[in-house]
């Protein structure tokens, strides 16, 4: 699926998909991406050539630098405000009922709704130096949609310190060591490594038992479609603020390096 500015793009080999994203403001997420990712998450997740997903973006530094805030500032109704944040709730959403296991590679890193991203995928792999950052409260918004997402990778505790602490980052380390990351390796190499390596295990397991084991991780979220899409309307009323316009348009010249 290709825009004019970024693209998803999937391919299966050996039971295995890749779902990869990429947009030239350091893979960040605007509103067609978001429909894209959801959309092909949806239709891999019951694919039957299909044992294991790994999702992927495109360079070598950021991973994900969550919303966009070119699409952010143009909003100019809650209505809007709602239907662009509901795109991250439908991409979450596509993951946590996705029937098969969801590996991140993670190269660089990731902000605000790619930390959403990273947080839904059931096994994170990241290199060391793929630092994570929750900076919505800075903007004048705050993590609501990417909070349930967050909060239960992490815990309250986790949760809390990366949203209130918004303009600071957080170690790959840190994320190990908090259960955002699964593993963390120095180079990409190793990166790339210990993803085919675990891709290629779970694609020869059985998809019956992977399913079941997904169930239980994500047990207690069935109240999700609705949570996250009353979730979106508060940040969709909140980025309407003065504060938020100002803030966005100062931090639009600082790119995710």
């Given at each position: 699926m ?9 391919e299966?080999?050996h ?7 990429y947009?030239?403001s ?8 978001l429909?894209?990712?959801?959309k ?13 997903i ?22 100019s109704?809650?209505?809007?405000g ?28 990731a ?5 959403g ?72 190499e ?19 038992a992977?399913?079941?084991?997904k169930?239980i ?41």
């Amino acid at each position: 699926m290709q825009h004019t500015e970024g693209y998803v793009r999937s391919e299966i080999e050996h039971g295995i998909a890749t779902i990869e994203f990429y947009h030239p403001s350091s893979n960040s997420l605007p509103g067609a991406i978001l429909t894209d990712l959801a959309k092909t998450i949806n239709d891999i997740g019951i694919d039957n050539r299909v044992r294991v997903i790994i999702l992927r973006s495109t360079g070598d530094r950021a991973f994900c630098a969550g919303a966009s805030f070119d699409e952010l500032i143009a909003i100019s109704s809650e209505a809007e405000g709602k239907k662009f944040f509901s795109g991250f709730a439908h991409v979450i959403n596509a993951m946590r009922k996705c029937h098969k296991l969801i590996i991140s590679r993670v190269q660089g890193k990731a902000v605000g709704g790619g930390v959403g991203l990273v947080a839904a995928t059931d096994y994170a792999i990241a290199k060391e130096d793929a630092a994570v950052k929750l900076s919505e409260l800075a903007v004048g918004i705050g993590p609501f949609v990417v909070g349930p997402a967050v909060e239960r990778k992490i815990g309250v505790a986790g949760f809390s310190q990366l949203a209130i602490d918004a303009t600071g980052w957080r170690s790959a380390d840190w994320a190990k060591k908090h259960g955002l990351y699964s593993e963390v390796h120095k180079t990409i190499e190793e990166v790339d490594e210990a993803v085919r390596r675990l891709a290629e295990q779970l694609a020869h397991s059985s998809p019956d038992a992977m399913f079941q084991m997904k169930k239980i991780f994500w047990h207690g979220t069935d109240s999700w479609d609705t949570l996250l899409a009353d979730r979106a309307a508060i940040s969709g009323r909140l980025v309407l603020s003065d504060f938020t316009r100002n803030a966005i348009n100062k931090f639009k010249a600082k790119p995710v390096k």
